[in-house]
């Protein structure tokens, strides 16, 4: 495949290309979320554990753009915002359930046990 180039990045081929729209650290722990059901923001900040404000409101910005979720804003005090997929988005959620199986089969495999936390930048419970 030739090389091509969008958004001023030239990409070498499809694969980069796509994790380039769903990879990274959090976008498929996002969209992940999302699967089953319409989220509000602070619902997401809860369930993502070590994602800060910043990271979760760029990268939900970023998928947004990108038409894999949806943002629904309610005139409401204080502000209420939702967040679901689009279709775009549910069909990436082929691909993310796949590397999640991929990535715990690799665990095994390294026998890296899954249940252990690390407490690297553990948030501590109240």
């Known amino acids: ?26 976008k498929m722990p996002i969209l992940w979320r999302l699967k089953d059901r319409v989220m509000r923001y602070s619902e997401l900040q809860k369930d993502i554990p070590h994602i800060t404000h910043k990271m979760l409101a760029s990268k939900l910005k970023e998928l947004e753009e990108e038409g894999f979720i949806e943002r629904k804003v309610y005139a409401a005090v204080p502000p209420k ?22 990535g715990l089969e690799l665990m095994k495999e390294f026998e890296i046990d899954d249940k252990k936390k690390t407490g690297v930048n553990a948030k501590k419970s109240k």
């Open 81 to 102: 915002v939702e967040y679901k997929l689009t279709n775009r988005g549910k069909r990436a959620i082929d691909v993310v359930n796949f590397i999640r199986n991929y």
């Open 1 to 26: 495949m030739p090389d091509f180039l969008y958004k001023n990045k030239v990409y070498y081929n499809p694969v980069e290309f796509a994790m380039d729209r769903i990879g990274g650290t959090w």
